[in-house]
């Protein structure tokens, strides 16, 4: 069956520091992949799509890159802020999916003053 | 621009008891998802219409759940009877088409059956 795997222990990082988040697939061939964040009590904010033809998008402080050989996407947040704190949601979408997204479980990112 | 519109924010109730929720989508969407979100989970889609039409509503529990878009613009979402694995989270989700587009949620219906 078709997993999504994100970090599900949160992710403690000091302010200015890059943190880095992995979201793994198996048995999957998406056409694209998008990241969200999600703050407590709010839905998610997209920030970011990347296609399966690109290597990597950047956004101001965001990177996210994608490869399809290892079914994995790193999302980057450079230079991180306090703000930056929330969980952040990969989901995964294409014709083969069926035309919906599939939604990791979230990382959990805190950033320390 | 108003973003996505859900109403109640909260809603408490009893097992076997009936609830609905209501959604806005942002104006010119022609997409709406409804969306379930356990806590410690990512959303799970219930529900896909494409202007007032339902075409993806594979993972709704369809012997509780039932949906509609009216007009192609608003939408319900309602359970009945609702049971105690029902609490969660209820999104509401809208995107100028399906396919890539990024999807604007609203703030979501905290649902909690006693």
């Known amino acids: 069956s078709q997993k999504i795997e994100q970090n599900s222990e949160a992710l403690n990082i000091q302010e200015g520091k890059t943190a880095t988040l992995t979201c793994n697939y198996t048995n999957y061939s998406p056409a694209y992949l998008q990241w969200y964040r999600q703050d407590p009590g709010r839905g998610p904010v997209f920030l970011l799509l990347?296609?399966?033809?690109?290597k990597e998008k950047r956004k101001e402080r965001l990177k996210v890159t994608f490869d399809t050989t290892l079914k994995q996407s790193l999302f980057h947040i450079t230079a991180s802020q306090p703000a930056d704190s929330a969980t952040y949601l990969c989901a995964l979408g294409g014709i083969a999916a069926g035309n919906k997204l599939t939604f990791g479980g979230g990382t959990r990112v805190l950033v320390k003053p | 621009e108003a973003g996505v519109v859900q109403s109640p924010r909260y809603k408490i109730i009893e097992k076997k008891q009936p609830v609905a929720f209501w959604c806005n989508p942002i104006?010119?969407?022609?997409?709406l998802y409804w969306y379930r979100q356990n806590l410690g989970q990512g959303p799970e889609l219930l529900i896909r219409?494409?202007?007032?039409?339902?075409?993806?509503d594979s993972q709704l529990p369809k012997d509780r759940f039932s949906a509609e878009r009216l007009k192609g613009v608003d939408s319900t979402l309602k359970i009945q009877p609702a049971e105690l694995g029902d609490s969660a989270v209820y999104l509401c989700a809208s995107s100028l088409d399906a396919g890539d587009n990024e999807q604007f949620f609203g703030p979501g219906t905290r649902l909690t059956v006693l």
């Open positions: 219409y494409e202007n007032e039409e339902a075409v993806d």
């Open positions: 104006s010119g969407h022609n997409t």
């Open positions: 990347i296609r399966e033809n690109e």
